[in-house]
């Protein structure tokens, strides 16, 4: 029983330490938050005044740019963190932080290391963005919560999704992935994936995709017979002579340039309000049913099937 006690006493304790305020500079920060600024403070033996205005500062200078950090009621709610000025494998091994938002950056031209981000660092991360980095491979494990993740423009050859449930929007597109599972992620919504070296993709356990942009992949087809809320669909460069929309009612931006298409059936998608299909071998394109078209690019070969009343930029 006393062991019970002590250990009650211990987390009351915890939880009250963390409610303590303190103060740097004009800024109020609890505690998990100040020891964060602490522990860069010493790591890079800056005071804690310089720490704190190198997370705050927002190198594009605006006020609603997401290229800075925030902190709000005394808790970072999103980080900023340069890499040649904070690099991340420093970042302390703090639980308590309310972050939910990561922002890496490496203008400096330093490649990311992630090795500082531990399980229980962020816990409560629901949108990570690590663009234009080189990195070989993303440790996603640590951010059980994530719904967002920005890694394009990187060197990933594998990105394992079965830590992140929670992810509805995944732009992962020039890598070098060569392949992607996506049933660990059922609730996908946003999915750019092209410039990679995928030769296929599996879309049978994503039905609630609403926008999907595959391009530049070495796949000679996609599948899109499952995706019922389909909103946007880009398929473009990547050779494919067939594509089949009857199970995609309410797409609305269809792009499929530079592919082998010699019909296309529009049929049943009347709401589309754009459609790029240029480079393709379309004959005859029949858009009389399309009453919401605003925007058609075709190849001048095309012969457009239309009514009297529709224009089109």
């Known amino acids: 029983m006393s062991e019970i006690i002590n250990r009650s006493l ?21 505690d998990p938050d100040y020891r964060l600024v602490c522990a860069y403070g010493e790591e890079l033996n800056l005071p804690l005044e310089e720490v704190l205005t190198l997370l705050l500062s927002d190198p594009w200078k605006g006020r609603d740019s997401p ?29 308590g932080l309310k972050v939910t938002e990561l922002e890496l950056s490496s203008r400096g031209g330093l490649n990311f290391d992630l090795s500082g ?20 491979e993303l440790d996603l494990s640590p ?9 394009q423009f990187n060197q990933l050859t594998e990105l394992d999704l079965s830590h992140v449930p929670n992810l509805r929007e995944l ?32 879309l049978s356990e994503s039905p609630n995709l609403e926008d999907l942009c595959d391009w530049n ?7 899109v017979s499952n995706l019922t809320k389909l909103k946007r669909l880009g398929c473009t460069g990547m050779g494919i002579s067939s594509l089949v929309l009857s199970a995609n009612p309410i797409l609305a931006e269809l792009y499929c340039f530079n592919n082998q ?15 790029d299909c240029r480079d393709n071998q379309i004959i005859e394109l029949d858009v009389r049913n399309l009453s919401n078209l605003e925007t058609l690019k075709c190849d001048p070969a095309t012969r457009v099937v239309q009514r009297p009343d529709q224009n089109f930029k």
């Not at 290229?67 to 639980?95: K, M, N």
């Not at 597109?173 to 996908?188: A, R, T």
């Open 261 to 275: 298409l010699s019909d296309l059936d529009l049929s049943s998608v009347p709401n589309l309000i754009s459609l």
């Open 143 to 151: 951010f059980p919560m994530l719904e967002r993740l920005q890694c």
């Open 10 to 30: 211990v987390h009351i304790q915890t939880s009250k330490v963390k409610w303590i305020l303190h103060r740097i500079g004009a800024h109020e920060l609890y």
């Open 67 to 95: 290229f800075r950090t925030i902190l709000r009621d005394g808790h970072f709610v999103r980080l900023y963190i340069d890499q040649s000025l904070l690099p991340t494998a420093r970042f302390p091994a703090i639980t």
């Open 171 to 202: 732009l992962c597109f020039e890598n070098q992935l060569k392949e992607l599972d996506l049933s660990p992620v059922k609730g996908i919504r946003v999915l750019w994936c092209g410039d990679n070296q995928l030769t296929e993709i599996d």
């Open 217 to 223: 992949n070495p796949s000679t087809g996609i599948d």
């Open 117 to 136: 981000l531990k399980p229980k660092s962020l816990p409560d991360l629901i949108d990570f963005c690590c663009v234009c980095s080189d990195l070989q």
